[in-house]
C-alpha cells in the first residue's frame, strides 16, 4: 500500500481489490485506519473514485443526515466516467426507483409499505416454513456423509422462506433460487437471472393485484394504495419487492453460513455444537460484530462540499459504508473486550432512514437461526471436510461470505 498522506495533502487512492483484501479484508481496513485515518480514498473497478467510511462515529454521522448524504445517485460527479457495462451498476441503482433509491417523502411511504407487510408476517409461520426448507435441503445430502454447508444449503435456503412469505407457489421457488444467485454471481447469466426474477415479480403482482390473498405482495397492494396519500403504482411494488427479494436473500445466506463457519472453526463454539440454543444467538451476534455478511454498502453521495473526518468531500462524491470496518473501530471496541453478549450496536443492518427495516431483520434471524439449529440438530457430528485456512470467500467488495463449506458427517436417512 502506498504511504498515507502528510497534512495539506491529497491521499493516494487505493483499489479495493487486491490480495489482501480478497483474502483478509479486515486486515485491509486496520491498514486503512492507520494510513488514512476514519475516511480513506478508494478506487472500485475501472478506477473509478469513492470515500470507504471506516469510522464507526463518521458512518453514524453519514447515515444519520440523508439530506447531506443523500441516497440519489443522480449527484454522482463520475457518472461521465462510469462504463456501460460497469459490473457495479446494479448496487449503484441507476436507472432504479426502488424504496433502496427513493429519498424523502416518497421514500417514508415506501418503507412504510415494506414494513406494513413485513410486520404482519407470523413468527410461527414463518419458523415453520424455514423448517420445511431447511429440513428438505438436509434430506437431500444426508445420506451422503458429506455436503457443501454453502452450496447445498445457505445459498438456497432464505429465497426459498422469503418467496413463500411474499405469495410464490412452492413450483416457482428453485426457478427464483436459480435465478437469484446467477444475478448476484455477476456472470454470463446475471442479465437472464434478473430479467427472471422481475419478470416473476410483474406476475405476482398481477396476479394478486386480480386476486388478494394472505401474502406480503397482496398487503403490500393494500396498504400501497392509500399509505401517506402516495398511491404506489404495480411497477413500484415490484420494484420494491425484488429489493426485498435480493437484500435479503443473500446477506441471510452469508449469515447463516458465516455462522456455520465460526461454530465448526472456533473451539469455544465446536466445543458446544450439541450444546443449547445459546451458542447459536451467541455465535450468530458475533458474526455481526466480527464477520458480517454485508461488509460495503454503496452507497450515499454527498449533495454539497463538506468535511467528514479529515476529508475534504466535494460535492457528488460517493462514499461507502464500511460496515464491517465500522465494526471494528478500536473506538468503540475496547482492547479485545467489546464483544458484547447480545450487544447490538454494530453496523450491520445500517442506521438512519435507509437501514434495514425492523422487520426484516427479525425474518433474517428467525431464518438464519432455524437454518443453523435444524443442522446441528439432524447432523449432530458435523466437522469441517477441509482445514480452516482453506475456506475461500465470495470476492465481492459488497458481500462478504464464504463460496463453499465442506462438510462431513455420519450419514443418517431422510426424514421425508
Ligand atoms: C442478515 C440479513 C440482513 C442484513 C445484514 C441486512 C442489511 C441491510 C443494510 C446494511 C441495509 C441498509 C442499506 C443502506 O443503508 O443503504 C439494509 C436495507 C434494507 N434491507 Fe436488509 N439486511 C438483511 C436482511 C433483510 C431481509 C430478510 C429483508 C427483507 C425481507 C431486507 C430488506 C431490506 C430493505 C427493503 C432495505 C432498504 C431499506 C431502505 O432503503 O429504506 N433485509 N439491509
Redesign the pocket.
Known sequence: MTPGPGPGHDPAPVPLDGPLFRSEPTALYRELRREYGAVAPVLLDADIPAWLVLGYRELHQV?GDPVLFS?DCAHWNQWDRVPDDWPMLPMIGRGHS?????VGEH?RA??AV?NGA?EAVDPFELRAHAERFADELVDAVCAEGGADLVAHYAALL?VRV?AT?YGFTDEQGPGLVAALNDMVDGDEDAIAGELHVAASMARLVADRAARPADDVVSRMLASGRTTGGLALTHEEIAQ?LI???T???Q??A??IGNSLRLMLTDERFAASLLGGRRSVAEAMNEV?WED???QN????WASRDTRLGERAVRAGDLLL?G?QAANHDPQVRTHGSALPGGNSAH???????????F???E???V??RTAVEVVLDRLPDLDLAVPAAALTRRRSPWLSSLTHLPVRFTPTAPRG
Do not use: K, N, Q, Y
Not at 453496523?347 to 427495516?357: K, L, N
Open positions: 447515515t441516497r426502488s424504496v433502496l433509491h427513493t421514500h415506501r418503507v415494506v413485513l432464505p422469503l412469505l420494491d429489493v426485498m427479494m437484500a435479503g436473500h446477506p441471510t452469508g449469515w455481526l458480517t455478511p454485508t454498502v454503496a452507497g450515499r459504508l460496515i453496523f450491520s443492518f445500517g442506521h438512519g432512514e435507509h437501514r434495514c427495516p422487520p426484516a431483520r425474518i433474517a434471524e431464518v438464519a
